[in-house]
């Protein structure tokens, strides 16, 4: 049986990686930060079969700023596969915490690295490398070639990690990795992200719990796809004979205005636009109730404007295609945010 260690199982990406191993037989070991409050509940629906328990699906405590811990955890579970996806992974927050960010989101990858390096090189290691690497537009659409500039601290940790996890591959031949994903949301994404945020918004609107929804940058452009596509990208990174890296993306882009204009049609009602910059607004076309306003809170020291990925390697390559579309992803997240 094959056996996978997940860190940041916790989160959108974890939760949808552990279901799908658990689906393809793997034992599955996770491994979880200590909260004050419960940080289960993407997993929790699958903490517990039908007998009660779940011997195929085991939580660890662990964080990846702490290296001892890291490596006893490696040695212990003794897995073939690490997919590497505990991160701060909030662009607009690695601002305010760029250490910790960095410390977590660079360092924690050499150390998992490291531990793999001394406790069995032959453990195939994935890192969730990020298009916030690609930043300031070099080239479009953007591919495995394109250059990197990133653009926020996140982005700047994120690109150490790249580089570290390619430096291992080549300095000790690991099957080291790099999935570099553009934007993947669902129902179980974080609700400050732009997607979510949207989408539990315009619920609360509807059930009369909020008055608007403020957000910032509504030009920004995404390339987003589902996360549950995304997981099956990561684990067919692992399976291949020779490891490389590779894009993961839609190779559409949309702007964060439109993720809005569809996801309040999906309720009805027909979004316009009136005034510019900070004074911009979403109205109601047949009410003109101000649904939407734009906070300058929520913008960022230095923007990404762009992304749009090319993902013809993995198509090529690995056989990989998004299933789900634009449309019908932020259909969902509507839909399950409106408990329908
Ligand atoms: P989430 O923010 O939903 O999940 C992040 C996970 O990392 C959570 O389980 C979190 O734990 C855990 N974590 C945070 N800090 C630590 C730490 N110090 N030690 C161990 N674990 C920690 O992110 P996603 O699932 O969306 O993304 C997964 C990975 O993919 C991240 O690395 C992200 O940067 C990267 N990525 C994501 C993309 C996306 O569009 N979603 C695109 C490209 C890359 P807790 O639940 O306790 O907070
Ligand atoms: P991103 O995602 O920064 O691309 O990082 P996010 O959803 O936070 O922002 C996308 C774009 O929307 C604009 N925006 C807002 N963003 C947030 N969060 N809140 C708002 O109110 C708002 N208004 C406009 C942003 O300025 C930005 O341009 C995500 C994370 O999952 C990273 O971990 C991952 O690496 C990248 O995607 C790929």
């Not at 212990?76 to 960095?102: C, M, W």
């Not at 410390?103 to 298009?131: C, K, T």
């Not at 749009?308 to 993995?314: E, I, N, S, V, Y």
Request: glycine content about 10%.
């Amino acid at each position: 049986m094959k056996k996978a260690f997940i860190t940041g199982v916790t989160g959108q990406d974890g939760s949808y990686l552990a279901e799908l191993l658990l689906g393809k037989g793997y034992e599955v070991h996770g491994m979880v930060r200590r909260s004050s409050s419960i940080n289960t509940e993407r997993i929790d629906h699958l903490l517990e079969n039908q007998s009660g328990d779940r011997p195929d699906f085991v939580l660890h405590y662990g964080d990846l700023t702490d290296p001892g811990g890291l490596s006893r955890l490696i040695s212990k579970i003794e897995p073939s596969e690490v997919y590497n996806l505990g991160a701060q992974s909030h662009v607009r927050v690695s601002f305010d915490i760029p250490e910790f960010t960095g410390d977590v989101d660079a360092l924690g990858s050499m150390r998992l690295l490291e531990s793999i390096r001394d406790v069995n090189p032959g453990i195939r290691f994935y890192q969730a490398s990020s298009s916030e690497l690609y930043g300031l537009v070099q080239e479009v659409p953007q591919s495995e070639k394109t250059p990197f500039y990133p653009r926020s601290p996140y982005a700047v940790a994120k690109l150490y990690a790249y580089w570290i996890t390619v430096n291992y591959r080549e300095a000790y031949n690991l099957y080291a990795c790099n999935g570099i994903l553009f934007n993947h949301e669902s129902p179980r994404r974080g609700k400050t992200f732009v997607t979510r945020k949207i989408t539990t918004g315009l619920a609360n609107i509807l059930k009369g719990k909020q008055d608007r929804l403020v957000l910032g940058n509504l030009d920004a452009k995404r390339d987003w796809g589902f996360a549950g596509d995304y997981v099956e990208a990561m684990w067919l990174l692992l399976q291949q004979d020779h490891p490389e890296d590779y894009v993961i993306a839609t190779g559409e882009t949309h702007t964060v205005r439109e993720f809005c204009e569809l996801a309040f049609q999906h309720a009805g009602i027909t979004l316009t636009w009136a005034g510019e910059g900070l004074d911009e607004k979403g109205i109601d076309a047949n009410t003109g109730r101000v649904l939407i306003t734009v906070g300058e809170q929520y913008f960022r020291p230095s923007e990404v404007d762009l992304l749009l990925g090319d993902p013809t390697k993995a198509k090529t390559k690995l056989g990989w295609e998004p299933k789900v579309s634009f449309k019908e992803l932020v259909e969902m997240m509507a839909k399950s945010d409106q408990g329908s």
